[in-house]
């Protein structure tokens, strides 16, 4: 049953299109973060539990930054999922697309760090409440609601959660909400790899603005260059931006019109688990900003007619959020507020 509070219906987005800023499509998971570094699982002496889940961190992150979030997921109804609720609710995401199941449980990541702060998991989400989600749970005008629809590649595992994702899909584009995609690809979680290539594909032929690190482009197009992947792949795709992270060597963005790149400021790196969900976080925080400013923006569609130095800036914050996420334990602890960032952010 869609979960929702008397304080949801209040919340309200400058957005000229959309009462949700970004709809974020996908898992919530619980993390257990470890006491040190450094140490084996069998070792680790004491967890911390935070919410987990690439789209529900990018929800968090997305709310800590000043934007209505919505989540679009399902969860258990056990007390982790209860944990996930209401912790999503504590940070002001609408949780309206959140389902719940009586059928599967909540699924658990523990991780590990090494002493460089490079995480490993050990994963419990063999059908879990996430996977259960299909096409009854997902709500038309939800989707229609928002600016942006963000969404992975590892909804498209199941076949009852990809048809929902598919459905997802056309109707944000037929609403005019941008998609926005982020594969944040774990090739260990798919049977062969090749299916996690073909899902990717079929959600590039819905995304406005696609997101890959170093990693996922070698899994993707193996010694293919940024800027020969977005002008000989992605592009003649219908893609309209594509923002490549490189880790502490910042990131660069490919538009029709150009390209701009951004530095990563320099941090104490204590874990990098979430610093991709970070920089997504602050660089649609910031075209969620220009879109809300923009008085004579029509469509979201029309951001794509912005001058780079705009889109520049969200790469800018992107860089910002991701680096200041590694600074803390767990994925979403180092979210940072808009109140902690320089005014000019």
């Known amino acids: 049953i869609p979960t929702s509070t008397d304080s949801d ?19 919530s998971l619980v993390d257990f973060l470890p006491d040190e570094r450094g140490v084996s699982l069998r070792d680790v002496n004491a967890f911390r539990k935070t919410v987990g889940g690439a789209p529900t961190n990018l929800a968090v ?29 504590s940070e002001g995401v609408d949780v309206r697309g959140v389902s719940r199941t009586d059928e599967a449980q909540t699924g658990l990541t523990f991780v590990t760090l090494d002493a460089d702060g490079e995480r490993s998991f050990q994963f419990y989400r063999d059908r879990t409440a996430d996977t259960c989600l299909d096409e009854e749970d997902v709500d038309a005008d939800l989707v229609a609601e928002s600016a942006l629809f963000q969404i992975g590649s590892n909804v498209m595992i199941e076949p009852d959660l990809r048809r929902a994702a598919m459905q997802a899909m056309e109707w944000a584009r037929s609403s005019g909400s941008l998609v926005s995609f982020d594969p944040n690809i774990r090739v260990h979680i798919w049977d062969h790899p090749d299916d996690a290539r073909d899902s990717i594909e079929d959600v590039l032929a819905y995304t406005d603005i696609l997101k890959l690190n170093e990693e996922e482009l070698e899994f993707l197009l193996p010694e293919t260059s940024p800027r020969e992947a977005w002008h000989e792949y992605f592009e003649p795709r219908g893609v309209r931006a594509f923002a490549f992270t490189e880790g502490a060597q910042g990131a660069r963005l490919y538009l029709n019109e150009g390209r701009c790149e951004a530095e990563a400021p320099e941090v104490e790196v204590v874990d990098t688990t979430g610093a991709g969900d970070g920089f997504l976080s602050g660089f649609l925080a910031k075209i969620v900003r220009h879109l809300r400013e923009d008085s004579t923006l029509e469509t979201p569609e029309r951001a794509f007619d912005w001058p780079l130095e705009r889109w520049q800036s969200a790469l800018q914050l992107g860089c910002r959020v991701g680096a200041i996420v590694c600074t803390e334990l767990g994925a979403t602890p180092g979210l940072p507020h808009r109140s902690e960032l320089p005014s000019s952010d």
Do not use: N, W, Y
Request: charged share 25%.
């Open 9 to 27: 219906s209040t919340m309200t987005s400058e957005s000229p299109h959309a009462e949700i800023d970004v709809l974020s499509f996908g898992e």
């Open 61 to 89: 992150g997305l709310a800590r930054l000043g934007c209505q979030p919505g989540l679009l997921g399902k969860v258990a109804e056990d007390e982790f999922g209860e944990f996930i609720v209401e912790t999503l609710r």
